[in-house]
């Protein structure tokens, strides 16, 4: 288990361990940190399978559950990934997209376990905090776009 006094937990079917080994693939500061087998069977898995896997995104510690297929993910969580520049953000949707996810709108795409990700160039994310005009130009260019384009948002700040 692990050691930190909050963990964020997320639940998928079978494939926690494969999700964790590609987020710690595409992001840095991203680890597999321990895979936990169960101890005997249970309702959705047998004695030795996968039940937890404790892993790193970006320096943040999460849980992947092995759940069974009882629960589905949805937009209501997602993951927020804060990008410095258009080749950032780009990396980082393409290996999601192209890694059997799919497109969203508005910086939002899912990989292909269905966990939705928010993938923010910071031009985005400090245009939102100015606040007033810039703000508002902003946000209305954003709402055209699925991946966020940078220079687009930057043209847009300055009117």
């Not at 926690?16 to 500061?29: L, Q, R, T």
């Not at 269905?114 to 245009?127: E, F, H, K, N």
């Amino acid at each position: 288990m692990a050691k930190n006094k909050s963990t964020i937990c997320v639940w998928y079917d079978k494939d926690a361990e494969e999700a964790a080994k590609f987020y710690a693939s595409v992001f840095p500061d991203s680890k597999v940190n321990a895979v936990h087998k169960a101890p005997s069977d249970y309702p959705s898995g047998k004695a030795g399978d996968v039940i937890t896997v404790d892993f790193t995104v970006a320096g943040i510690p999460y849980i992947g559950l092995n759940g069974g297929p009882v629960f589905k993910h949805n937009e209501a969580f997602s993951i927020c990934i804060a990008t410095d520049d258009q080749a950032e953000t780009d990396k980082y949707w393409n290996a999601i997209v192209g890694n059997g996810g799919q497109e969203s709108a508005c910086g939002w795409c899912k990989d292909k376990w269905g966990i939705s990700w928010q993938i923010t160039p910071r031009v985005l994310t400090d245009a939102m905090a100015k606040g007033g005009a810039e703000a508002r130009r902003a946000f209305e260019a954003m709402m055209t776009m699925k991946k966020i384009d940078v220079a687009a948002i930057e043209a847009a700040r300055r009117g």
